[in-house]
């Protein structure tokens, strides 16, 4: 973890990596944004925005600058939230907009900080929370819930006039970042449905430059052209997943260059089987993502541990198979908001809707770039270069077409060929490389002669995990072995890619060999500089390596674990979480934290433990919980309670073949233990 402390300045109201380059803000100018079948079009220029989702209701409302400034600095140069339905009108016709439920004053932060907004409102979200956001009061209605029927619709608008009352203003024809908005979310039915959604909206004011829907699954009946650009997604596992075992399910396919753009594997628990099939003219559309895995989600019964080379191998795969918007479901953690009534708000195989897996009452940290407390993951620093790379070569990249000279139908852990794509337009382009497939042992390849744009690159070998993007004819090179992180000021900068011999020919003839890293001060010839991936990763950020804190927690045990609970299969038939009456069998901890460590500054409490699953107390409440998978369980210590320094921790013993899926990284010593404790810096 490193500890940011340079901002990245804007360019324009939609690209947030260019640091070091002048500032403009949305209150100057309201830039025209159209889109083709490439990409969108700002002011004439085309752009390859970097998507990031952050659910505001997640997040203390005092903690969303911050946040919005890190996600930035990672190369976020656009906001996605869900506006969800429970968290704003948890009880009829009561809405609460107040604290970290304050749409509008979520929307001005983003505007102060020059960052677009698109809004997915729903009426269904599903996000992990209950009923997919849809109210409990609402399945009492007698209504067909997401159809056209009209007592549902009444609804409906009433919830979208309270979100255009937040918004009102905020539009980008205003001068504001609300930039586009999803209907629904995951819809398999009629394009009437959404298309009904959008009128609606529409007469109430919402006034937008494009409109969303989510491109998987197939509808029934398509909606119009050109009326809601479908965004697609792919992840590298899924909590969602019934089975039980390792690396199942067909995610593999996410890490294969390919020319069809949706996911068969997303919601596989909502929406079973999904053949591989667009509707017809989807094609048309650009290639926009809006949930590329970030990370992943623990269920009570499905606990993926997900690595930064899994994202990183998603957005390159992504980018390599035509992708112009790279949009990551979740790019931020964060916690579920207390319930008004009592009510947990998570998803649970109990719940009215959504009822397919049990998820943790409060976390939804979901192990992406920024975690649930804004702690930094691996894969935020791994998915900078490419984040960079978009924002600087966007007008070039954008308008290349896909190309796939390898086979795009692998089978799971197939190693018989390297995976790559070409990008090209005009002579130019960009070579994809992905020789990495998640929980699988590919290897090296060697002798691949590649080849693009009428030029042929030498015989390499490329090692195993190489995730890579080599030029073609840009920027004066001809070819390069290392990858393109950034433009600036007419400087290039390379990138070496893992053990990769460095080879940089140029178009006047010149060819440079075995280059190497020289950093970001010293050219390797004239303009170009060849960086590590360490510098390209933190490339124009300061950072800071963290200290040994000395902050001592103690803690005792005062009670032991009760009779073993017997885990039983719930609705949906995978294993259930712990109950409340479940829990009074935990172990019991008491931990002291020292004053000190609470107070000035943003410290975590870390604790790694053997068990099954943990919840930690403070004053009585439930503050945090926990579905242990191998990483340690955080707890931002600011959010404590005032003079609140002794916690509770409760754990649930972990037992021998408990039908649940426990990644490698998981300790699964029967049992239960505090293994460590400690305090460590955000």
């Not at 030498?458 to 390069?480: E, S």
């Not at 009760?562 to 008491?590: F, H, N």
């Amino acid at each position: 973890m490193h500890k940011l402390t340079f901002s990245f300045l804007l360019t324009s109201a939609l690209t947030a990596c260019a640091a070091m380059l002048p500032s403009e803000t949305l209150a100057m100018s309201t830039p025209q944004v159209t889109w083709d079948r490439h990409s969108l079009i700002m002011d004439g220029k085309r752009i390859c925005p970097v998507m990031g989702e952050i659910h505001y209701s997640r997040i203390p409302a005092d903690e969303w600058a911050e946040e919005i400034h890190k996600m930035k600095e990672g190369g976020v140069t656009v906001i996605a939230t869900y506006v969800f339905w429970n968290h704003v009108e948890e009880q009829e016709a009561i809405f609460n907009w107040s604290g970290q439920r304050d749409l509008r004053r979520f929307i001005e932060v983003c505007k102060s900080q020059d960052m677009p907004v698109i809004l997915r409102i729903g009426p269904f979200c599903h996000g992990e929370v209950r009923n997919g956001g849809i109210p409990d009061w609402m399945f009492q209605k007698g209504c067909k819930l997401r159809s056209l029927d009209k007592t549902f619709l009444m609804y409906v608008e009433k919830l979208y006039r309270q979100i255009y009352s937040q918004i009102a203003g905020l539009q980008w024809k205003d001068g504001g970042p609300l930039l586009a908005c999803q209907f629904d979310n995951e819809y398999r039915g009629s394009g009437d449905y959404l298309m009904t959604l959008k009128k609606i909206a529409l007469r109430i004011g919402f006034d937008l430059p494009f409109y969303t829907r989510t491109g998987w699954p197939q509808l029934s009946k398509p909606v119009p052209f050109g009326e809601m650009i479908p965004l697609y997604g792919d992840y590298a596992d899924g909590f969602w997943d019934k089975e039980i075992s390792e690396a199942c399910g067909n995610y593999y396919k996410a890490f294969n260059f390919k020319g069809f753009r949706s996911s068969t594997a997303i919601g596989t628990d909502l929406l079973g089987k999904q053949e591989a099939k667009l509707n017809k003219g989807d094609e048309d559309y650009p290639y926009f993502t809006c949930e590329l895995g970030g990370g992943m989600a623990t269920a009570y019964h499905r606990r993926p541990y997900i690595y930064a080379d899994d994202c990183y191998s998603l957005a390159i795969v992504k980018l390599g198979s035509g992708s112009n918007l790279l949009g990551y479901y979740m790019y931020h953690g964060g916690t579920n908001p207390e319930s008004l009534t009592g009510i947990t708000l998570n998803e649970t195989q109990r719940t009215l809707g959504t009822a397919n897996n049990d998820l943790p009452v409060k976390t939804y940290d979901f192990q992406c770039p920024l975690g649930e407390f804004g702690q930094t993951y691996p894969q935020y620093y791994r998915l900078r270069p490419i984040h960079l790379f978009m924002h600087d070569y966007a007008e070039l990249l954008a308008p290349m077409e896909a190309t796939f000279p390898a086979k795009q139908d692998l089978k799971q852990g197939e190693d018989s060929e390297l995976r790559w794509s070409y990008r090209s337009k005009d002579g130019s382009g960009f070579i994809f490389i992905n020789n990495y497939e998640r929980l699988q042992q590919l290897s090296d390849k060697k002798h691949v002669q590649l080849a693009a744009c009428g030029i042929t690159l030498p015989k390499l070998t490329i090692p195993a995990g190489t995730i890579a993007i080599f030029p073609i004819n840009v920027d004066g090179i001809k070819y390069a072995t290392a990858q393109i992180v950034a433009k600036r000021e007419g400087k290039i900068y390379m990138m070496k890619v893992n053990d990769v011999p460095v080879t940089i020919a140029l178009q006047n003839g010149k060819i440079l060999k075995n280059v190497r890293p020289k950093g970001t001060e010293k050219p390797v010839h004239e303009n170009i500089y060849l960086i590590t991936q360490q510098e390209a990763e933190t490339f124009g950020l300061a950072t800071a390596a963290h200290e040994d804190l000395g902050f001592k927690v103690t803690y005792t045990k005062q009670k032991e674990a009760g009779i073993l609970r017997t885990i039983q299969k719930g609705k949906a038939k995978v294993a259930e979480a712990p109950s409340e009456d479940d829990w009074q069998a935990a172990a019991v901890y008491k931990i002291t934290i020292p004053a000190d460590a609470i107070a000035n500054g943003k410290r975590m409490l870390s604790i790694t433990y053997q068990g099954d699953c943990a919840r930690i107390y403070a004053k009585g409440k439930l503050v945090a919980d926990n579905f242990q998978y191998g990483r340690p369980f955080l707890l931002g210590l600011w959010r404590l309670p005032k003079d609140c320094n002794e916690l509770e921790l409760h754990i649930l013993p972990m037992q021998a073949s408990a039908p649940i899926y426990l990644p490698r990284e998981a300790d699964k010593t029967p049992g239960e233990n505090i293994r460590k404790a400690e305090i460590v810096e955000l």
